[in-house]
């Protein structure tokens, strides 16, 4: 397998028993497959494919048994190497507003607003920071305040809520 080929999944931090289970960190924002049999292994400049005899996800990473692997003397030689997975086993990206970060944003009303800096899920919404006339603004992300996204021009278009502006004006 070419390493062109493939995408970084994460890298193994230790092993976890006696049976050769190895604890995995995953690479941050990465759409992971459920099922997987197969993962590689950089070994020198090489990959190194591995079927997988189990796999379990965690919040940030999870745990994997490798095919062949049943001891933990065999399992510490895979410590602190980087998987690989084939990109065409990724599932399909799915949209997020964070795909937005550095777009270039416009009010319908007041016209070009800045660039948005940065992108966080809370509870209820997502929320945007954006630095108009040097101030920050938090404007919401949502079906009712998106109006626009054109990917090719990297602009968004937004309806933001009326008087939310005057809001940081006044700070």
């Known amino acids: 397998?070419?390493?062109?080929d493939c995408v970084t999944f994460g890298h193994i931090g230790k092993t976890r028993g006696l049976k050769g289970e190895l604890k995995f960190v995953l690479t941050p924002d990465l759409d992971v497959p459920d099922v997987l049999s197969l993962l590689y292994l950089l070994d020198g400049t090489s990959l190194v494919p591995?079927?997988?005899?189990?796999?379990n996800y965690q919040e940030k990473g999870g745990f994997l048994r490798l095919a062949g692997v049943s001891s933990v003397e065999a399992a510490q030689r895979f410590v602190g190497k980087q998987l690989f997975i084939q990109t065409d086993l990724l599932p399909e990206k799915q949209f997020s507003y964070k795909d937005l970060v550095r777009y270039t944003v416009y009010d319908s009303l007041v016209g070009l607003l800045g660039e948005?800096?940065?992108?966080?899920?809370?509870?209820?919404?997502w929320i945007g920071r954006i630095y108009f006339n040097g101030?920050?603004?938090?404007?919401?992300?949502n079906e009712h305040t998106?109006?626009?996204i054109i990917e090719d021009d990297k602009k968004l278009i937004?309806?933001?809520?009326?008087?939310?502006?005057?809001i940081y004006r006044k700070i």
Not at 1 to 4: C, F, G, L, N, V
Not at 50 to 55: A, I, N, Q, R, T
Not at 135 to 141: D, G, K, N, Y
Not at 158 to 166: M, Q, V
């Open 50 to 55: 591995f079927p997988v005899d189990s796999l």
């Open 158 to 166: 937004l309806e933001l809520p009326e008087g939310l502006l005057d």
């Open 116 to 125: 948005l800096e940065e992108v966080v899920r809370l509870p209820q919404q």
């Open 135 to 141: 101030i920050e603004v938090l404007v919401p992300l």
């Open 1 to 4: 397998m070419k390493k062109e």
């Open 146 to 148: 998106v109006l626009e």
